[in-house]
């Protein structure tokens, strides 16, 4: 028995070019207008149920039956073989740049190899939105809930099916729908990589699909003047509102709201192109279209891989938000290349031989003719180069990136700190004994304890053991180095990574660091250090990393550190987007409040991106000395300020005595 062929649908490959464009486009030029152009793959999803979904329904209404091996051997035919060739040929090149790209590398190739690349990135706590870490395969989470779908829904659809009206089908598949949407919703709130990559929480759109297929697989669906023209334009103004919903700023903050809009537009314009007769199919089937088209599963697979080898290539680094237009132009020169390529040699012949079949002609090619024999040759020899490099670039995969490498160094300078015993407060602290969970405190070196003797110095570190000459006018105050045991410092993952530098630097400071803090935690920290009465004269804040600040949460810090201490803003400088409204939030906030000052990191390491890790935010050891070194220099900065006008006041104290005395 033959089993039918699958439908087609006028201007479904147009559909798909519209919806591979949306997330190449958003991926390789993050800074253009699509904003939330990762919506391209809901529009996947759509077509996928829509189309599988008829194909089986066809098969059953013209057969009686499913056949489920013909059915999954077809879908193996026309996703495994481009899948492998992107996975190898992606990881060989990724073991001859070496570095962050291959961490990892080892569980993305088995997700890959067994559909559920997107459950490993759950468990690996992987991230989509905003990642700075080389993640190669990351776009592959997509095709495991395609695939997942493929394995799970031709079991599931004759229990739909026993529901016998098309509108009650219809009506279940979109309370499937609607229940998955509701779980993403809840689960994004606290996690929301888990709800984006969650076959659960991100099922909508192929339920979706399969509703709009259950209602239009029985219809009797006839050519009117509406069909013709009405539904038409409609659709095209559903269309633009598709591309208007991918420009949405800030969309990754509203899944699954965002990606369900454009599930619910690629229903309506599916149904108004397929519409016998109408002239958006006719229109969406245009040649380029089309040709983008019947290569958007290549040319999906392919672009992220590249961008990223690229990028790594070009700069050293990759951030997902910072990707250089030439990088991204490349990219998507090469992606259309090699998809094209992929297409013709490779999944064109799969499809219409079978594996078995393709392996036959390989072999009737050795037998040919010198050139067919060199080229078969030369296609089993790079396999097998590219199936080694695979292997070769798992085995090196370090395990841990570059950035984690350095944030862990520093966790390890303040748990050797901590061993050592805790010095005397300075200035501005107390001497009470420290909660167990207290920021960790350094002991100061001989020389850092001689420096902070009150009887040689003074308050702010300048020498007093001569503060006049010989006629007693004051001298100028020596240059001040304000001790490590009157600062408090509180950061983030960056001040983490900078701990060695700091210990170093102002041996004897009290640090509270930790990863992914924002500077709404800065209020409670310091809150309960002052409560502890561990707050130093001088208390860092370095939390403007993670995310934008307000003018409340700055002025939650300064009211809880009262106005005795002296606040020291440390700004950030990192591949985001909200980084320049942080460095002019604190700059600007710095100006209009006594006692707050800012250590310029940003400037003082914008130079140096060679001491950063690969994700261009975290100092590696000779970063974290310029970050201490800018610290303290912010820190003495006001040390000198003040002796100057105390200076300045004791040279017009003795300038008044002297003209009393008539000299």
Not at 507 to 530: F, K
């Amino acid at each position: 028995m033959t089993t039918p062929t699958a439908p087609r649908y006028a201007g479904l490959d147009g559909l798909r070019a519209v919806a591979v464009l949306l997330v190449v486009l958003y991926h390789l030029f993050p800074a253009w207008f699509l904003h939330s152009g990762f919506v391209g793959v809901d529009v996947f999803f759509v077509i996928s149920g829509f189309l599988i979904t008829s194909l089986l329904l066809r098969e059953r209404a013209a057969t009686g039956r499913i056949a489920l091996r013909a059915f999954w051997t077809r879908r193996a035919r026309r996703l495994l073989p481009a899948l492998a060739l992107v996975v190898t040929v992606s990881a060989t090149l990724a073991w001859v740049i070496g570095g962050d790209v291959l961490v990892g590398l080892g569980r993305q190739v088995l997700g890959a190899a067994t559909f559920s690349y997107n459950w490993t990135s759950i468990g690996a706590g992987a991230s989509y939105f905003g990642s700075a870490e080389p993640e190669l395969l990351r776009n592959l989470w997509s095709l495991a809930v395609e695939e997942q779908f493929y394995v799970l829904w031709p079991l599931l659809l004759p229990v739909l099916l026993l529901v016998r009206r098309r509108w009650l089908r219809a009506i279940v598949a979109l309370a499937l729908a609607a229940a998955s949407a509701l779980w993403g919703f809840a689960v994004a709130g606290e996690a929301l990589t888990r709800a984006y990559y969650g076959t659960d929480t991100h099922a909508f759109g192929l339920l979706i699909g399969v509703a709009l297929a259950f209602a239009l697989g029985g219809e009797r669906r006839r050519a009117t003047r509406w069909a013709r023209f009405g539904m038409p334009v409609a659709g095209a103004a559903v269309l633009v509102a598709l591309v208007a919903v991918a420009s949405v700023p800030g969309g990754a903050g509203l899944y699954p709201a965002i990606p369900l809009a454009a599930s619910v537009l690629t229903a309506v314009v599916i149904a108004t192109a397929t519409a016998p007769g109408a002239m958006l199919g006719r229109a969406l089937d245009v040649a380029p279209l089309r040709w983008i088209g019947e290569r958007s599963y290549g040319i999906y697979l392919w672009h992220w891989p590249l961008v990223v080898l690229l990028t790594l290539a070009a700069t050293g680094s990759f951030v997902d938000t910072a990707i250089p237009v030439t990088a991204g132009a490349a990219a998507g020169v090469l992606t259309l290349a090699l998809s094209a390529l992929s297409y013709r040699m490779l999944e064109q012949p799969v499809r219409r031989l079978g594996f078995a079949g393709a392996g036959r002609a390989v072999m009737a090619r050795l037998r040919s003719t010198p050139v067919r024999r060199f080229g078969a040759i030369a296609s089993l020899t790079a396999g097998l180069l590219v199936v080694g490099g695979t292997t070769a670039a798992v085995a090196a995969a370090p395990a841990v990136s570059s950035s984690e490498a350095v944030v862990e160094a520093g966790r390890q300078a303040l748990t050797a700190a901590s061993v050592a015993p805790a010095p005397p407060m300075g200035e501005g602290g107390s001497d009470a004994t420290p909660a167990p969970d207290a920021p960790v405190t350094a002991a100061p070196d001989a020389a850092a304890t001689d420096a902070a003797d009150p009887d040689r110095l003074s308050g702010d570190g300048a020498d007093n053991r001569s503060a006049t000459g010989a006629d007693g006018r004051p001298r100028p105050p020596a240059p001040a180095a304000v001790d490590g045991t009157r600062v408090t410092a509180v950061g983030d993952s960056v001040m983490l990574a900078s701990a060695a530098g700091l210990l170093a630097r102002l041996p004897g400071v009290q640090i509270d660091a930790e990863v992914s803090r924002s500077m709404w935690a800065g209020d409670t920290i310091v809150q309960q250090l002052a409560a502890q009465g561990a707050l130093r004269e001088y208390v860092v804040v370095g939390l403007g990393t993670n995310g934008p600040v307000d003018a409340q949460a700055l002025q939650q810090i300064y009211d809880a550190i009262g106005r005795d201490r002296t606040l020291v803003f440390v700004n950030a400088a990192a591949p985001r987007d909200w980084i320049a409204g942080v460095n002019s939030d604190l700059a600007a906030f710095a100006a209009t409040h006594p006692g707050v000052v800012v250590a310029d990191w940003a400037q003082a390491i914008a130079p140096h991106p060679d001491m950063l890790a690969g994700d261009r935010i975290h100092p590696g050891p000779q970063g974290g000395g310029v970050y201490a070194d800018t610290v303290a220099a912010a820190i003495d900065g006001v040390a000198n300020q003040r002796a100057e006008v105390r200076y300045q006041v004791e040279l017009i104290r003795w300038a008044a005595d002297e003209a009393l005395r008539g000299r």
